[in-house]
């Protein structure tokens, strides 16, 4: 088995084709996710309130990532196994329902794409081993935190957190790099954004991000070592000012509206998890 997969004609496309597969998947998990914390918080208010949640039957039905079955949000056409296959179902029924003909968003096909071709990615970068299936696992939640909130301004502790862990432990064996640089990147990660935003709250006497954001950086000290996180603050800040500066023109948006940061923090994370030291010997160089 080692021996066939470490042959990049074969690896390249079984974990494209993998990627492919699970995007469908990372395409439920970004839209249910946030319901599913919604319900939960509202139920664990109403009992730490000691008050009688509502009669609604919405939130009585059973509700994860398994079920109910995936249905079109316009007719409630229950999605067969042949229509939920990636990329090939939405070209074959043409970006429609089968049975409504309602267009359905190309975002679903973009995400399974953009999975397929970063999992292609990471096997071309790590090759066949424990480090790619770390690797892929990294960039599937990092997919899923950027469209999580870039939808709700939400970075879920149900994945920022064990993305924590899992790049600590990881580690242990410098899989990516050494331990002592891991453990001081996520408590460094963690205490930058954090002292950013008290400050920014004293001076300005509001809060400019979310405890979200200094946990998916403290994740990705965690995964890339301390070293690279001027490099993803950097980054991140540089894209952030200036993609934000332009939805919110292009969009007419008030300019004290907040913009969702972590997508910025986790493509950056990536790019630096990658090719950081690259980077950072380029601009060295370049100085």
């Known amino acids: 088995m080692e021996v066939l997969f470490s042959?990049?004609?074969?690896?390249?496309?079984?974990?494209?084709?993998?990627?492919?597969?699970?995007?469908?998947?990372?395409?439920?998990?970004?839209?249910?996710?946030?319901?599913?914390?919604?319900?939960?918080?509202?139920?664990?208010?109403?009992e730490f309130l000691d008050v009688q949640p509502e009669s609604d039957t919405t939130n009585q039905t059973p509700f994860n990532l398994a079920v109910p079955?995936?249905?079109?949000?316009?007719?409630?056409?229950?999605?067969?196994?042949?229509?939920?296959?990636?990329?090939?179902?939405?070209?074959?029924?043409?970006?429609?329902?089968?049975?409504?003909?309602?267009?359905?968003?190309?975002?679903?096909?973009?995400?399974?794409?953009?999975?397929?071709?970063?999992?292609?990615?990471?096997a071309w970068q790590l090759g066949f081993g424990i480090e790619l299936l770390l690797g892929l696992i990294f960039t599937w939640s990092l997919i899923c935190l950027t469209l999580i909130d870039a939808d709700h301004k939400l970075l879920p502790d149900n994945i920022t957190l064990p993305l924590l862990w899992l790049g600590l432990l990881a580690n242990t064996q410098n899989l990516f790099t050494d331990l002592h640089s891991a453990v001081i990147g996520a408590a460094a990660g963690y205490l930058s954004l954090w002292s950013v935003f008290w400050v920014f709250k004293i001076l300005r006497g509001k809060e400019g991000m979310g405890y979200g954001d200094f946990k998916l950086l403290a994740a990705l000290g965690a995964w890339c070592g301390w070293q690279q996180l001027t490099l993803?603050?950097?980054?991140?800040?540089?894209?952030?000012?200036?993609?934000?500066?332009?939805?919110?023109?292009?969009?007419?948006?008030?300019?004290?509206?907040?913009?969702?940061?972590?997508?910025y923090l986790a493509g950056a994370g990536w790019v630096a998890f990658f090719w950081g030291d690259e980077l950072t010997q380029l601009y060295l160089s370049y100085l």
Request: with cysteine; glycine share 8%.
């Open 7 to 46: 042959q990049p004609l074969v690896l390249l496309p079984a974990v494209v084709i993998l990627g492919l597969t699970v995007g469908s998947f990372l395409n439920v998990v970004i839209y249910r996710l946030p319901i599913m914390l919604e319900r939960q918080w509202k139920r664990d208010c109403c």
């Open 69 to 122: 079955h995936s249905t079109c949000p316009n007719c409630g056409h229950a999605i067969k196994p042949w229509e939920n296959i990636p990329i090939i179902s939405y070209v074959f029924l043409r970006g429609k329902c089968s049975s409504c003909k309602i267009s359905i968003s190309v975002r679903y096909p973009l995400v399974e794409t953009t999975t397929g071709v970063l999992s292609g990615l990471v």
């Open 232 to 263: 993803i603050i950097i980054i991140s800040a540089g894209l952030g000012a200036i993609i934000g500066t332009l939805i919110l023109q292009l969009s007419g948006k008030n300019r004290s509206e907040p913009i969702p940061f972590g997508p």
